[in-house]
């Protein structure tokens, strides 16, 4: 067995990985160690062609390969190290990673580490869809990587179950190939993805959305050759008279990612039961110490631009740790997640000179609200918002200096 | 055309176990199946878990070979490389009618000869499993209660069959039975016809379609579907044994397992059923499933499901077991009735046939070099890191993971498809290796699966199938040239 050391290990090079490893360069880590499975680059981006990414990180419009271009070679031009076709299997005592790949195994001792896994998709086991067992059964992230990466094409007459982004995304690029997409069926009463997707991915070829519908049964075999989908009442409850029969091969699930936590939860990081990534401070740092954690393994996110300013903190914080700079005496803050707020991240904040940001997500849709942050004491910042939407992650930057109440909670009120 | 000594219709755990055993006589043996793997059809759909026959009816066939089975079980699962665990079960009593039932399922237990049914109180069984319903009064324990991974059981017989000699034909479906005078003397498959000096019916599901062929079909046969739920191996509620409930006149009831690789499974129902082909599980038969599970554990947490499917028991009426020769039929032996407990009493119907062909006249003359020993994938999560190191050097694909949630690499997946009975599909991958059964249900490997087997297999991407023929998961290239 080869056993190595570092300053900052970095497991995952998606956006997230690639950022926090090149800003814990920049922080002052010397040896910076990213471990990636996969032969390349650039987690789920390498698979999202379509352009939409970068808008708020380099004001300008890039595909997603594209925008993880960026962030590989800044990270090679800082001199990180690369480890591909790697897989990291555990977190053991003492922060070492035991890795394997092709090469062999091999233990990494790292003084810090940086958890960027991404997250999987929920699948039709979880959502418990009766009926069949044929092929033509896919999520919608596995579709993805199977048509743009792969070169394979999936189906002919797509139905698609769950209108999260990657969900329409999918439509729109099943029917650029000239694949049939009858629809795109929701449970919930509104969009669950961001609304310029439905613009532009649904809207402008036709295709049509039905909200508080699902589907309540897969028929065929070997391939699918139906599935039956029902109206669902105020409970999300199938109404079952409603029921109708439509033709397809393809049940495209888009129904929502689950961060990916196995290594986390095996190395004993408390876990966050509403977002299902590990409980963290503003310093992105987890309940172990010297491990960060940053992108969809910590929540999942829509917009990558997030992503990367977000893993930028956890690599300076994970640098500063390994450094042992990373001051650990500043007063906590708990966040809690208010009215109509389903989660916050960090749930909690180390009181320094500097600014913390919260991201949140809202509890269902709503049109002029006011989201306001209290301390306990006071507001400490509020803004007026003309609608909220669960598919559109919030991001507020506030200052911590000047907190003083007990705890923090973010609420969003009507006006 | 050649003529076999046997040959046996189906490739389940029956069928698997009666070649496995005649190929330790001096025969040509030969099993086929219409499937595209072995594994057959109840025996990759069942609750997994080798019985003791406490509760069978007493004096039937059925009891004396599941009671005969179950002690066999330690050392052919060590012959032959399965997962196997004594894990024990309880039956805990929640009421005053059911309290009352339990001295008589113990008469029935000893009189089935199964002696080691014991006792314990409400408390013991609260000690022993603290999940339970806190109302139990009182039960029974069935020490030697055990789980099995059944596809890697029946891919065990089916190769170590293999491996000492006895032919295996898959994708042939018998269409007819050759009849010459008084005897069936072969087979009419889609894949051609076979002759045979003894036709063996192990069609499972089927039994009564193949006995009709041989004009010997004096009973029905109709599916009575079990569904099941299968919970995250994280999943928070979990019981270290298995949790029967107790017995109603219809069925064994809807029980609570662990499974042998550390998930938990939920079921089954028992739903009389006219369609042979229905493999559906419905939202009803689920949700009953949930309901009756949680009386036995009332914390369970379905949310946790990482899948769900159903099995077909062949419902025979008449009811019960039955291994026939017949006076006025030579050269043709007739299973029926395998239904509920056929996966434990398959290897006790291995011997049961062998002995039955001898006493017929077929001459069964042991070999002297049998080889009873299988060697299956050795899962490299199971390796020593040296050992691993090794294997890797050797073949720097062992170091390569394509299935994250089971571990399981690239290696092995070559290997299952190189292996004496080769997996072909991806659900043959998936049930020797258990690629695609974690909780990502194959949404990470399952492209790369398709990938693996194109390359190994030299086939066109869309030519690779899930299962059956026509479940290909890949329709067309989507552009027709790459240009690299
Ligand atoms: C289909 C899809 C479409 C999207 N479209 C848009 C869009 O249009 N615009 C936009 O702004 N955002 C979009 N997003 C969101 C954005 O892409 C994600 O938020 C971002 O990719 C998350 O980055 P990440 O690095 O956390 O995760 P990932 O990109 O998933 O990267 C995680 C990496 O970790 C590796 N890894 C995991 N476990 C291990 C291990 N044990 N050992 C070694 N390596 C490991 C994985 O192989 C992977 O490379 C989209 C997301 C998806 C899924
Ligand atoms: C819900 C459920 C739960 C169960 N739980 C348990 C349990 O916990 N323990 C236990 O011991 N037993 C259990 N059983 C019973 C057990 O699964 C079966 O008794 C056993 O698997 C029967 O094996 P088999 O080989 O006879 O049938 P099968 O596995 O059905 O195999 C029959 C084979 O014959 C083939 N075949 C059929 N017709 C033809 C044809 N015309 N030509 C070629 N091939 C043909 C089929 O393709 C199939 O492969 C359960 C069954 C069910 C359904």
Redesign the pocket.
Known sequence: MIEYTCDVAV????????AAASSAREAGAEKVWL????CE????????I???????YFDEELT?PE??ARFYDKAVDLGVQFSFD????AIEKGNILR?LSPRGESLINAKSIVL????RERTRGNLIIAGSRPAGVIT??AA?RMINIQNQMIGNKVLILGSG??GM??ARRLRLEGVEVVGVVEILPYLSG?TR?KLQCLDDFDIPLLLSHTVTRVEGYPRVEAVYVAAVDEKNDPVLASEERIECDTLLLSVG?IP?N??SRNAGIELDAVTGGPVVDSDLQTSVPGIFC?????H????????SVE?ELAGENAALYALGKLPSDSKLIPVQAGHMVRYVCPSVIRQRSGKSTLYFRVTKPAKHVDLQISDGTKIVWMKSHLRVNPGEMEAVCIPTADLVGPEITINVLPQ | MKRTSVLIIGAGAVGCAIARELSKYDLEVTFLDKNTDVGGDASKSNSSIIHTGYDASPGTLESRLVVAANPMYDRLCKSLDVPFQRIGAILPAFNEEQFEQLPFIKEKAFQNGVYDVEYRSGEDLLNMEPMLNPRVMGGLFIPRESIIDPFVYVVALAENAVQNGAKLILEAKVLDLIREGDAIVGVKTTKGEFLANWIINASGLYCEEIARMAGKADYKVNPRRGQFYILDRDTPCKVKRIVLPIPTKRTKGKLISPMIHGNLLLGPTAEDLSDKTNHDTSTEGLASVAADVRRLVPDIRIGDTITQFSGLRPNRVPAGFNIDVYDDLAGYLNISGVRSTGLTASIAIGKYVAHTLGQVGLEMRLRDDFNPVRKGIQRMVDLSPGQRARKITEDPSYGR?IC?CESVTEGEIIEAIRSPIPARSIDAIKRRLRAGMGRCQGGFCGPKVIQILARELGLTDDAVIKSDPGSNPVVRATRKEVSQ
């Open positions: 497991i995952g090079a998606g956006p997230a990985g690639l471990i990636e499975r996969d680059p650039g987690g789920i981006l390498q698979q999202c379509h352009p939409g990414f970068g808008l708020a997603g925008y993880a790697t897989t990291v299997l890795c960027a896994m991404g997250c919608a992230g993805q982004d990657i995304i999918m961001l997707n990612l990916e196995e290594l940053c992108g969809n393994v910590l999942v996110n829509d917009l990558v631009d997030h992503v893993s | 993971i994250r």
